[in-house]
């Protein structure tokens, strides 16, 4: 089983994974919207965060097909839509982990895209403060 940050562990766990993939970043093609999708950042955070969490991963996104193509919503600054191929380029050899959430309806996987897309073009928050005007 691929290790992964602990909280988000836990709630993949708790409604399981159809669909994992570890190394080499999955094909966009391979990709649906509501995937969760893990990279090891080049970031300062990056070896905190792994250290913190005991995985390899550092940086977690959420996947939106659309008939613009693949792309990554992510919490850098500002919160950002980056296209798949560049997300996966950032990180540390290109690898990445896709995971599905078994069960995620198309329905239910567009509206959290749609609340992702709400925070778009907030700046990023190093400091991890529990405030909403800063991801």
């Keep these: 089983m691929p290790r992964v940050p ?3 562990w836990l709630l993949v766990l708790s409604v399981g994974v159809s669909r994992g993939t570890q ?3 999955p094909a966009a093609a391979d990709l649906e919207t509501g995937d969760l999708v893990f990279q ?3 970031s300062a955070q990056s070896v ?3 250290r913190a969490t005991r ?3 550092s940086h977690v996104g959420l996947v939106e097909v659309g008939p613009d193509g693949v792309f990554v919503l992510e919490a850098v600054s500002p919160v950002s839509r980056t296209p798949w191929e560049r997300w996966v380029a950032r ?3 290109g690898e990445a982990l896709a995971l599905r959430l078994r069960g ?3 329905a239910a996987a567009g509206r959290v895209i749609a609340e992702a897309r709400r925070h778009l073009g907030k700046p ?3 400091a991890f403060g529990w405030g909403d005007d800063r991801l």
């Design 6 to 8: 602990g909280a988000v």
């Design 23 to 25: 190394g080499a970043a």
């Design 40 to 42: 090891t950042s080049r």
């Design 48 to 50: 905190p965060i792994q």
């Design 55 to 57: 995985s390899r991963w």
């Design 91 to 93: 990180g540390e050899r």
């Design 104 to 106: 995620l309806a198309p």
């Design 124 to 126: 990023y928050d190093a």
